[in-house]
């Protein structure tokens, strides 16, 4: 039942997504262009003003985030992470940034749930899901997809999540399913990135595993897969093939000395072919980049099983961010936090485990184990709306039944 006293013009799905586009398109621009400390500080504000909206849009629900204890205390064990861890220079705007994620999804929810309109301007909606992917796809010849995006991951989960996006706001239609389906298969064909591709076979797999049919049907699938593996000449195909070769030539000697492991020599001696991307041996170096920070996890134990080690522990010690958002979770913000965020998600998955969306979502959160993806502010806004939004729908109809 929609509640009388919420002024709905001043909560509009359009007005959502377009600001989300313009952040993302002027975003892309500063990356390629300018790289202007000035436009990013102006990105921030606006980053600002938008949470504001979304915290007034909640209000107006009767929703306040801070009453529910476990956001709170998250959020104030990541701020005194960031006191006492001050020196190593922690991100303060990602407070900010997991408070606008959390009143997203919110804002998804209070759609459904007092039946707000979602749906788009067509012209707003085709430029959320196609503008980027057109941009990239027509300028960017970058073996990394790096000219507008940080990397071609972060470009493929824009895609995903317009992809979650354009099924959520036609309310699961069957039509949507496919298009949705195109959308997500054309960032990936576009990005070439291997971390989609495990994370949507492991999420067919996982969701299959009980139904003969389809099961059948995800087999021929990954035999279909393994051919183009082999035989095809896109570029995703030849990175897995060139990987299986890197995979092959190492010893058990080099598995169990991984962390000394020299990468550089292990690329040259299994060479890929001219103008294909040259970071084949990814995979191999996350697993050592996991194994140091872990080591540093367990060795500071009398605090960091609590509050972490604090925001931007990893990249300021060790260069680099984890490559891994559960990873980065526990190491950087405790184990308080990261089995909070668990429970989140086991009550999503224990709400939507029947649903069409879980084909959409759950590929995109398992793709968060090999990338840095939290730090996105646009993507994570879609993405959170959509995962509130099924929330309550699949929530309400297990009720119901």
Request: aromatic share 16%; net charge positive.
């Amino acid at each position: 039942m929609l509640r009388t006293d919420i002024n709905m013009k001043s909560i509009s799905i359009n007005f959502f997504l377009a600001f989300l586009i313009a952040v993302l398109l002027v975003t892309m621009l500063n990356n390629h262009l300018f790289q202007s400390s000035a436009v990013q500080a102006i990105l921030y504000l606006l980053q600002i003003l938008f949470i504001s909206y979304l915290v007034s849009c909640n209000s107006q629900f009767g929703v306040n985030v801070f009453n529910n204890k476990k956001n709170l205390i998250c959020l104030c064990v990541i701020v005194f992470g960031m006191l006492v861890f001050y020196k190593q220079s922690p991100l303060v705007g990602n407070v900010l940034k997991f408070f606008g994620y959390i009143s997203c999804f919110y804002l998804g929810l209070n759609f459904e749930k007092y039946d707000v309109d979602i749906k788009p301007k067509s012209l707003i909606l085709n430029m959320v899901c196609f503008l980027p992917l057109l941009i990239v796809g027509i300028f960017d010849h970058s073996l990394n997809q790096s000219m507008f995006f940080p990397n071609s991951n972060t470009f493929v989960y824009w895609g995903g999540c317009c992809a979650l996006l354009y099924y959520t706001l036609n309310n699961g239609e069957n039509k949507a399913v496919h298009i949705s389906a195109i959308i997500l298969l054309l960032y990936v064909l576009v990005g070439s990135s291997l971390g989609i591709v495990a994370a949507l076979l492991l999420s067919i797999i996982i969701i299959n595993r009980r139904n003969k049919n389809l099961m059948v049907m995800t087999i021929v699938m990954a035999f279909v897969f393994y051919l183009l593996v082999l035989y095809s000449s896109f570029s995703i195909f030849a990175r897995i093939r060139n990987v299986i070769e890197i995979y092959k030539s190492m010893s058990l000697d080099d598995w169990l000395n991984l962390k000394e492991l020299e990468l550089w020599t292990l690329q040259n001696d299994n060479a890929v072919a001219d103008n294909m991307r040259s970071d084949n041996t990814s995979s191999i170096w996350r697993l050592q980049h996991w194994l140091r920070i872990t080591d540093d996890f367990f060795t500071n134990w009398m605090y960091s099983f609590l509050i972490g080690l604090g925001d931007n522990y990893t990249k300021f010690y060790h260069h680099l961010k984890p490559h891994n958002d559960f990873l980065r979770v526990l190491i950087e913000y405790g184990g308080v936090v990261f089995f909070v965020l668990i429970s989140y998600i086991k009550q999503l998955f224990s709400a939507i485990r029947n649903e069409k969306c879980f084909y959409f979502i759950l590929p995109l959160i398992l793709y968060h184990l090999t990338e840095n993806l939290i730090d996105g502010f646009p993507s994570n806004c879609l993405f959170y709306f959509c995962t509130g939004y099924w929330y309550y729908k699949c929530i309400v109809k297990t009720a119901v039944i």
